[in-house]
Structure formats: structure tokens, C-alpha cells
């Protein structure tokens, strides 16, 4: 199983731009469909976008289609979200999920079977 840490988290004013970060560990990189989660203050986690092995397929919600970015670094073996044009409603922890042997994107917290600890992201308005 592969381990996932998340890193960049932060405060940042809505209308700017955060990265975060997940390293792996112990996998093979391009063979994991890879995403991003959030989840609200009282809310249910919900995917925020997803991205095949061979990064040639992206996923994303409605809500941040357009204003953020998911990508992936093989030599690097780790995901990113580049989020710009942020906004309050975006203020959630953000957790990296895996899926191994996955043809398809990660859509629901049942496709994944690997978990970051999260990183909180807060917007200011």
C-alpha cells in the first residue's frame, strides 16, 4: 500500500493561488490513479478532481473546474493541486487519495484505497 503525505496547506486570501503537495512512498507512482479530496466543516468529503497513471485523463469537479489544476511529477512521485482564484467556499482540509489496479478516475471516497493525513487550506474573504 502506498503511503501519502500532503504538504502546502495554508491561509491565503480569496482571489490568490495555493499548490499543494502529495509525496509517495512505497507504490509504483504510475500505476496509481491519483486525487484530490476536501471536506468541509460539517460537510462530507467530496472529490475535488482525479488524474489517470500516465496523467493523460483529468478529472474535476463542477465547483473548480476552470480555477484549479491537478498534476503529477513521475520523477518526483508526487501529485499536485494548483489552486488559483480561490474563494471562502474553498476552505477545507484536503486530503490525497489513491487507487491502485484502478482502470477509471477516483469519483467517490470508495474508489480509493490509500489516504493522506490532510492539509488544511483556509480562505479569507
Known amino acids: 500500500q502506498v503511503q501519502l503525505i500532503e504538504s502546502g496547506g495554508g491561509y491565503v486570501q480569496a482571489g490568490g493561488s495555493l499548490r499543494l503537495s502529495c509525496a509517495t512512498s512505497g507504490g509504483f507512482f504510475s500505476t496509481y490513479v491519483m486525487a484530490w479530496f476536501r471536506q468541509a466543516a460539517g460537510k462530507e468529503r467530496e472529490v475535488v478532481a482525479s488524474?489517470?497513471?500516465?496523467?493523460?485523463?483529468?478529472y474535476y469537479a463542477d465547483s473548480v473546474k476552470g480555477r484549479f489544476t491537478i498534476s503529477r511529477d513521475s520523477a518526483a512521485n508526487t501529485v499536485y493541486l494548483h489552486m488559483n482564484i480561490v474563494k471562502p467556499e474553498d476552505t477545507a482540509n484536503y486530503y490525497c487519495?489513491?487507487?491502485?489496479?484502478?482502470?477509471?478516475?477516483?469519483?467517490?471516497?470508495?474508489?480509493?484505497?490509500?489516504w493522506g493525513q490532510g492539509t488544511q487550506v483556509t480562505v479569507s474573504s
Open positions: 487519495a489513491a487507487a491502485g489496479r484502478r482502470l477509471g478516475h477516483i469519483l467517490r471516497q470508495s474508489d480509493a484505497d490509500s
Open positions: 488524474i489517470v497513471g500516465s496523467g493523460a485523463s483529468t
